[in-house]
C-alpha cells in the first residue's frame, strides 16, 4: 500500500518544493537476505515545513531521511530537489543534516567541526569564526569549542553536530534523532534552538524521533512503519 | 567453537589474516634464504681453498731419518690418499750456450720428481712447452738461460765439474710459494720470493747427476713428501681448518722428530676461515635488520586491525565466553597467522634461494637447510606471536575500547622522548664507532695457527644503535613538526587541498602520532634499502678496482722479460677492434741500498685513460696531483709507505736507485726526488716497489722496453679482445683479461657469491620499501575513512577528498625519503667502516646506485600513491554506510 500524501501546502507549485519522492524504495542487501528499508514512498517537503517522522525502530526512518538528503540513492522511483543544485557538492550546502550516529571528525575539535561545511561552502574566515561562535552558543556548547570529540559525551557530541548545520544556514534541516542521548529537559531546548532557527532562517525541517514530546511540537506526523508511510498528520503549530 | 569461530575469522578477515601472513613470511623467507647464502659460501670457501691447493701437506723429511720410513708412516696416515717423494738440492749455477753467447745463472735449485707425480699433483707443474717427461726447466730459468727445448744445459755442482742435461719442456710451477717454503718456519721467515733458478729432473738423473756427494762441501739432498688427501672435510672452513691442522699435528708427533708437515691445505683453510666469518658478519649486517623490518611491517598491518579484533571480543566476552578462552581463540589465530607466513615464507625463500644461487648450491645438505628452514619457521611464528597474540592479551588485560582508540588526543610525551633516549642512543652509535674505526681494530682477528677466531661483535652497536637512535629522533622530529608547524603544513597542502587545507593540517596535527609512526616505518625501510644497495654497490667497486688492479686494465699484454718491445707497438695493437686506449708500462728492477724493487715506469698524463686509478692506492696526495706531479717533474718518484720510514725521506728528498743501463749491462745509479707514496699500482706486486716518468727511465737506462701494454676495451668485450689480440702478437706475449682476474681474485669474500645475496637482498629491500609504502598508510586507515566519509556527506568534493588522502601519502613519503636518505647515509659510512676488512682495496668513496635507489624511490611512491588513492575512493561505498559502521 502506498500512502498518498498531502503535505500542508499543498496548494504550492512544485517548483517551490524541496524535496519531492515520487514512489521511492530503497533496499538493502539482494535473494532473501534483502531488507527493504523504504518502500514505494510518495512524499515531499516543502518551504517552511514542520514534518516529525516516527515510527518503531527499524521502520526506515533514517533510512528515507538519507534518501531525501540525497545521501542514498533510490533502489526504485526517484527522488528530486526542484528549487536545489542538481550537483551533490552544491546540494549539500543547502540541506544541513543531523545523523543519528556520531559524525564530527575525530581529529579536529568541536570549533572546526562545526566551521567544516562553511569552509566547504567557501564561506570567510571570519564570517565562519563568527558563524560557529553563535551556533556553539545557541545549542549551548560554547566552552566545549577547543574539545576533540572523543572527549565529548554522546549527547554533547550531538548538540555540536546540530550547532554544524544551524552554523550553515541551510534551506533544509534534517535532523536524525537528535535528542536520542539527551535528557529530556536538553532535548526540548535543542528542539527549541532548532525551531526558532530554522524560522529565523526560513528553512523546512525534518526530525525524525520515538519521543513523544518532541513529536507534538511539529505541525506535521508522518507514520513510518515496515518501510511505509502510512499516515500523515498536520495540526496547528505550537511553538 | 573454536572451528566455528576459525572458519567466520575466515571468511570475514580473510584480507587482514592474509596480508599479516605475507608480512610474516617475508621475514621468514629472507631469514631461510640468507642462511641459505651464508651455507653456501662457506661451502664454496672451504671448496675453492681446497682447490687452490696442489698439494696438500709437504712433508719435509729431517736430517738423518730414512725417508722411505717416513713415507711408510706417511702412506698409512688415515686420509692420506698419495704420496710421492720429491728430492731437492742445490746448484751453484745453471749455464747455457745458445747463439753463440752463453747465459749463465746464480745459484738455483734441482728438484727430483718420481715418474708418477706430475700425474699425481696435476696442479703443481704446467707444461709450456716441449715434452711433459724429461728435465724441465722453470720458465724464468728458460727465458734467463735463453733456451728452447732440446737444448742443453749444465748444471753446476759444488766440487764436482757440471753435469751437462738436455732440456725436454719448459714449464710453469704456479705453485713456487709454496713448493719452495721452508716447512716449519714462521711466515716471517719464509723467502720473500720464490728462487728464480728451478731445474727439474727426473728422479733417476736426480740421483746420478746430484746424488753422489763428491765431497762434504756439497750439501746432502733433502727429501719432501708430498701428500695428497682424500678425507672428507667439513663446509664450514673453521671445522675444516681446525681437522686439517689437528691430522697434521697427529702426524707430526707420531713421526717423533722425523718430519715437520708443510700444512699448505691447512694456511689456504686459515684464509677462508676468516672470509667465512666475514659472511657471517653481511648475514648479520645485512638480513637482521631486513627480518625486524618484516617484523615491525607485521606489526603495524596487524594494529590496523585491532580495532576490529576488541570488537570481537568484546562481543565474544558478551555472549559469555571465558577470558581464558578468548585468550585460547587469540592463540588459534596467532597460529594459523604464523603458520601459513611460515611456510609462504619457506617457499618464498627456497624459490629466491635457487634464483640467486641456482637449483643446488654447493654445500646446501638436507640438513643444513632443515636446520634454516627450521631458524626462519620459528621466527615467523614469534613474529606472528609478538604482532597477533600479544596485543590481543594486551587488549583482554582490561584496556578498554576507549582507552586503545586513543589516535588522536592529546597523548602524554613519551618517557623515552623525555629521557632523550635517542640522543643517547646515536651518542652511543658514534662512540662504538670512533672506537672501532680506530686504528688497530678489525672486526675479525683471526690470528695465524690459532684455531679460535675473535670477532668483535660489538662493533654491531654502532649501526644497531645508529638505526635505532636515528629511528626515533625522526619520531621526534616528526612528531615536532606536526604538532607546531600546522600553518606551514596547511600552506604546503593547499595545492592539493584549496579551502580544506587549515582543517587537513589540523588534523594531520592531532593525528601525529600515526604519521610520525609511519614515517618511521617508511624511513627505516627506505634506509634498508639504500644502505644494502649503497654497500653492495661499494663491494662490487671494490671487487672490480681489485681484479683492475691485479690485471692492470680490462686486457693486459705481458711482455716476456728480454724481448724488447717499444711503445710504439701500442700502435698496432690499438687498430684490433674493440680496443679504445692502449698505454704502455715499462717495468724494471732497481736497487735501493741493498734491496731490489719493481720500477713502473709510467705515463702520468696518460695512463688513466686506460686503467682506473683510486686516490686510496696513494698518500700524500690524490691520484690526480700525484699523477700531475710526476708530469710536472721528470725526476719525481712514488715510493712505498715502507721505503719511505726506511729511508726517512721527505717529499722533495733526492732518492738514488740503482738501475741496469741497457747498453752496458751495468748497474748506474739514478737520482729521483721523491713525491709520494704508492701503496698499489696496476699490475704492481703486493709487496714494495717504485713508480716513475717512463720518459726519464728511458733517457736515464737507455732503453724504453715496455714490460706490459694496458688495453682499454671500455669494460666490455673483454675476452674478445683479448683474443684477437693474442692472435695478432702470436704466443710470445701473456695476454690476460679482468674477466679472468676477476673469477681469481681473492681468498678474500670475492669467492664467496655475493651477487647472490645481492640481487636477494636488494629484492626483499624493494619489496619491503613497497610494502611499508602501502602498510603505513593502511595505520590509521579506519580513522581516515570514517573522517573522508563525513567530509563527504558535508559536501567535499571528490577532488578535495582525494586532495587531503594524497596529501597525507606525500608528507609520509617526503618524511620518510628525506629520513631514509640520511639514516641510510650515515648507516653506509658505518657499514663500510665497520665492514672495511671485507673490502679489498678499502674504498676511498662509497658507490651510490642510482638507478637501484630511483626504482627503490619509484617503488614507495607508487605504493602509497596507491593506497592513497584507494583510502579515498571510500565514495565506492556509500558515505553513509560508512558512518552507520561506526
Ligand atoms: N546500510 C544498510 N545495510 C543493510 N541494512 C540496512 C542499512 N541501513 C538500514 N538497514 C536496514 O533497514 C531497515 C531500516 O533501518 P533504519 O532506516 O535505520 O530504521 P530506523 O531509523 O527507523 O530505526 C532496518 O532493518 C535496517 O537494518
Ligand atoms: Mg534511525
Redesign the pocket.
Known sequence: MTAQLNPDNALMSPDGDLVVCTDASRT??SGPSA?V?VQGTTAKVSPGARIAIA?P???????LLHLMAGLEVPTRGQVTWPSFSTDAADRAQDIGVVF?SPSLVPALDVAENTGLPLILAGVGEQECRDRVAEALELVGVSDLAAKLPEELSGGQAQRVAVARVLALRPRLVLADEPTGQLDHATGQHLIDVLMATTTQIGAALVV?THDRTVLERLDTHWW?HEGQLRTATTQGASA | MTITWLGGLLRRRTGRLLATAVGISLAVALIAALGTFLTTSKATMTARAVRSVAVDWQVQVQPGANPTAVRDAVTRTSGVTATESVSTTQTTGLSATAGGTTQTTGPGLVLGLTPTYRHTFPGEIRQLSGSPTGVLLAQQTAANLHVRPGDRVSIGRAGAAPAVVTVAGVVDLPQADSLFQKVGAPPQSQPSAPPDNVILLPQATFNTVMGNRSSAATPAPTTQIHVARGAPLSNDPAAAYESVTGAAHNLEAHLAGQAVVGNNLGAALQGARSDAIYAQMLFLFLGLPGAILAALLTAALASAGADRRRAEQALLRTRGLAPRKVARLAVVEALLVGTTGGILGLGIGAAAGRLAFGPSPAGSSLSTSLVWAAIAFIAGLAIATLTVLVPALRDLRGRTVADARHAVGRSRTPLWMKGGVDFILIAGALLVFWASSANNYSLVLAPEGVATISVSYWAFLGPALLWLGAAMLLWRIANLALHHGRRPLARFIRPLTGRLAPSGAASMSRQRRPLARATVLLALAISFAASTATFNATYQQQAEADAQLSNGADVTVTEPPGLRVPPAAAAGMQTVAGVRHVEPIQHRFAYVGADLQDLYGVRPASITSATALQNAYFAGGTAKTLMARLKAQPDAILVSDETVKDFQLAPGDLLNLRLQDSRTKKLQTVPFHYAGIVKEFPTAPKDSFFVANADYITKATGSNAVGAFLVDTGGTNQNAVAANLQQQLGAAATITNVTQARSQVGSSLTSVNLAGLTRLELVFAVLLAASAGGIVLAVGLAERRRSLAILSVLGARRRQLRGLALSEGLLITIGGLIGGGLIAWGLSQMLVKVLTGVFDPPPSVIAIPWGYLTVTVLAVVGALGTAAMVSARASTRPAV?EL?DL
Request: net charge positive; proline share 0%.
Open positions: 538493502f542487501g531488507v528499508a515510527g525502530s527499524g521502520s526506515g526512518k533514517s533510512t543519528q525524525t513510518m | 554506510e552507520r
